[in-house]
DNA sequence: CCATATCTAAGGGGAAGTCCCTATTCACAT
DNA sequence: ATGTGAATAGGGACTTCCCCTTAGATATGG
């Protein structure tokens, strides 16, 4: 089998030079390629064609993210696996946003790293275990999190029904023509649902329904 | 240091033994107790007090998800790992909703159930790659997939202002006393912005904004 | 049979949003 | 200097949203 052939872009070059000592222990990765900032690494994805690119965020002269959307749009076979200091929302959403497959802390132990390079070559994603943790509590609700029961549970068949086509975006009026009554009765079932979930507004009501899971982006 | 205490609910004994047999070959592991369903799990969780409950999703009696959302009401300090033999969004998502602490696929490695049950154990989390692809895609937006160009690029910075208090919830008039102009200052900025976005209402501007990670649910 | 809940519907009203316009000021580039 | 784009502001018309009250029909359960 043909090994992983992966590029490395970090502005330390102590960590470029300990990052590639560590994979090449590994016999199913071969590093092809280093690269100091997000400029370089673009060009280096470019002459030496990597499988995966393991991609800084905190760089100088072209940031990570910068680089991994252009390598997106490049190269758009490449895998890219973001590798970060930080493991907050603020620094790990916008890297996945901006492309990257997979996303592994600095803090992980070298076993993640490979396993990340593995997983996002053969095009499944790895998000390391306090990454993970950032996904998964976005995609709780709060209300869990906060202990308290949810009201959702009080709605009728109708008022959920309702709540389902209003944050789909329809109208008061074309929802009325959609279950064929008044859009005074639409009204009425809004009204009644908001008032039971304590929601004052249309805006409220699509933040909790993508936290429902009642709708997607 | 003391080993990791881990319940296993699953319906197939074979399955239970299985597991089980693995998971005492990893040292720090101890397996103090089974369930067939999800009912007897959540009398066994009160009994053996495990560190882990390692909940098979699909199972008859009571299902997974109903199971972890009692166990995660009555016993919150203890840490559930999902395990399931579907890797799709409609049978993912709504167990980390429903309190999951990570999700490993049956199709995983074995190590990588104990990887799962070393990190939810530590309070973080877990997401086999091939779930973990499933959050990572859902984050990105969709017009990256769709190949087009982002207008949120054309936007002004008055603009992008706007458009994330817009979105934080805040009216109209509000947003005009925050920046120290009118009313009919900030309705134009929207009208601009949406007409850049091809927006059409508040609520749209709303699900554009989650999928961009202007705000976060 | 009665109480309760649900679905239906309507009237009225205030607040907010949406969609037309026009217009001034300022900065920046041609 | 002239044009272009951005930010500012307003008028007017129309729609939609949100809240309040009331009320008949139907079904469910005690």
Redesign the pocket.
């Known amino acids: 089998m043909r090994r992983i052939k992966v590029l490395i872009v970090d502005d330390h070059a102590i960590v470029r030079d300990g990052v590639s000592t560590l994979l090449s222990l590994a016999g199913d990765i071969e590093v092809i390629g280093e690269a100091a900032n997000g400029k370089e690494g673009l060009e280096k994805v470019g002459k030496l064609l990597p499988d995966v690119v393991l991609m800084d965020i905190a760089m100088p002269i072209m940031g990570g993210l910068e680089a991994i959307r252009r390598i997106r749009k490049a190269f758009s076979g490449v895998k890219i696996l973001a590798l970060t200091q930080y493991d907050d929302k603020e620094h790990v959403f916008p890297a996945i946003q901006s492309g990257a497959n997979g996303f592994v802390s600095k803090t992980s132990a070298s076993s993640e790293l490979t396993a990340g390079i593995r997983a996002v070559f053969t095009g499944e994603s790895y998000l390391s275990p306090s990454i993970a943790k950032l996904f998964v509590e976005d995609y709780r609700q709060v209300s869990l999190a906060g202990g308290k029961s949810d009201p959702y549970e009080?709605?009728?068949?109708?008022?959920?029904?309702?709540l389902k086509l209003?944050v789909e975006g329809?109208?008061?009026?074309?929802?009325?023509e959609i279950?064929?009554?008044?859009?005074?009765?639409?009204?009425?079932?809004?009204?009644?649902l908001?008032?039971k979930l304590g929601?004052?507004?249309?805006?409220?009501?699509v933040k909790y329904a993508l936290r429902r899971g009642i709708i997607s982006m």
Do not use: C, G
Request: proline share 2%.
């Open positions: 009080e709605l009728t068949d109708r008022e959920r029904e309702i209003v329809y109208k008061t009026r074309q929802i009325a279950l064929s009554v008044t859009p005074k009765t639409v009204e009425a079932h809004k009204t009644s908001m008032k929601i004052h507004s249309n805006l409220e009501l």
